[in-house]
């Protein structure tokens, strides 16, 4: 989500009456890469680019195919094999042993249908999963279709461009959406004519609410922020440190919890540091959505709360106890507020990606789920 809001700000700043611009976006991978679907890249025709679509080694090719899409105003499929030993193929000698599509899809500057003003009307919109089906390949043109166009889905009437065959597109959303990932996918339409496209799921980013206003606060919200995140502190706004107002996206006071949106993409951090909030605030928010809820200090104090709550009548579900993460953090050995940060927002993440946190070393699956 870094990414997009980082290209979506480029792009705001680019003059049409100077510069031309296109977008690069993985659409298809196979095999290992270091980057997966849906990576995207920014460039314009004076070599400028902002995104990533690998780990820098395949951006320079791209740069100069993307400055031909431009000059042909054309969308191209671009595929980059780094599993062949072969001197003349980009990547070769790189080790990733995958192939990657990356699709370059010239930029019509303000027009509301290209790519990047679609991935803007998503950002603006409030935290929702968005779908979006961009032609990766148009065997021959087809009524109003090309390569490189991006259709939003909302509901069954938006994918009538496809015509008959837009229930077994949205059949095939429907299994993407159920699997949480995005990916590529072959259709013929009417008159036997090929399409292929990339089905992209687009969910809200990951929203960290955190729950207190010590000074320990502060280098998790940095760190929120730096990765992309968003993070709102709920606290009294007259005990917390002044540099969180310019970090947090939002600052909530204890009384307006409620008017957070609570989705769950969220996770809650319980760190006031003072055993009767967090014993009050528990019980509040395992009756929100949030899929992850953690809670800073020993076990002993954690199982202290839950006994002392089930003698008041509260009584934890297992479902409860699923998502509490108490102690909050994985084991990496954190001492400072600055690695605790860390341990916390690095368990949040595999939590929310369905990984364990173990070293990677010790995985005998790929590191990404494959097809």
């Known amino acids: 989500m870094k990414e997009i809001k980082a290209i979506i700000n480029a792009y705001d700043h680019i003059d049409p009456t100077k510069n031309k611009a296109a977008l690069a976006t993985v659409v298809r991978v196979e095999g290992s890469s270091y980057r997966r679907t849906g990576a995207r890249m920014l460039i314009t025709d004076d070599g400028v680019w902002v995104g990533g679509i690998s780990g820098g080694c395949l951006e320079g090719d791209t740069l100069k195919r993307a400055r031909l899409a431009m000059a042909k105003s054309e969308a191209s499929l671009v595929t980059y094999d780094t599993t062949q030993d072969d001197q003349y193929q980009i990547g070769v000698g790189l080790g990733c042993n995958g192939v990657i599509d990356v699709l370059l899809t010239p930029l019509k500057i303000g027009d509301s249908n290209n790519p990047v003003e679609i991935l803007k009307s998503c950002m603006n919109e409030r935290r929702q ?9 148009l065997e021959e043109s087809w009524e109003s279709l090309g390569a490189g166009q991006v259709v939003r889905y909302t509901d069954s009437d938006s994918l009538n461009v496809f015509g008959t065959i837009q229930f077994e597109i949205e059949e095939a959303i429907q299994e993407q959406l159920q699997k949480g990932k995005s990916g590529p996918k072959s259709f013929m339409l009417e008159g036997g004519v090929a399409m292929e496209l990339f089905i992209e799921i687009l969910p809200p980013e990951v929203h960290l609410v955190l729950m207190g206003h010590q000074y320990d606060v502060l280098p998790l919200a940095r760190l929120v922020k730096e990765i992309g995140w968003r993070a709102t502190v709920v606290a009294n706004p007259q005990k917390v ?5 310019a970090t947090a996206d939002a600052l909530v006071a204890p009384a307006d919890f409620d008017s957070i949106l609570i989705d769950n993409h969220t996770a809650i951090i319980l760190m006031s540091h003072d055993y009767k909030t967090d014993k009050y605030n528990l019980p509040k928010v395992l009756q929100t959505k949030a899929s992850y809820i953690g809670m800073l200090g020993p076990r002993v104090r ?12 509260i009584h934890l579900t297992d479902a409860d106890m699923i998502r509490i993460h108490a102690p909050v953090g994985l084991d990496i050995g954190a001492v400072s507020p600055e690695e605790i940060a860390l341990s916390i927002v690095a368990e949040i993440r595999a939590v929310f990606s369905d990984r364990d946190g173990s070293a990677l070393r010790l995985r005998l699956a790929p590191i990404h789920e494959r097809d």
């Not at 999963?129 to 390949?137: A, E, G």
């Not at 440190?241 to 107002?245: A, E, P, R, V």
């Open 129 to 137: 999963t968005h779908v979006l089906l961009t032609i990766m390949r």
């Open 241 to 245: 440190m002044q540099k969180l107002f």
């Open 302 to 313: 954690s199982e202290k709360i839950f006994n002392e709550l089930a003698q008041e009548g």
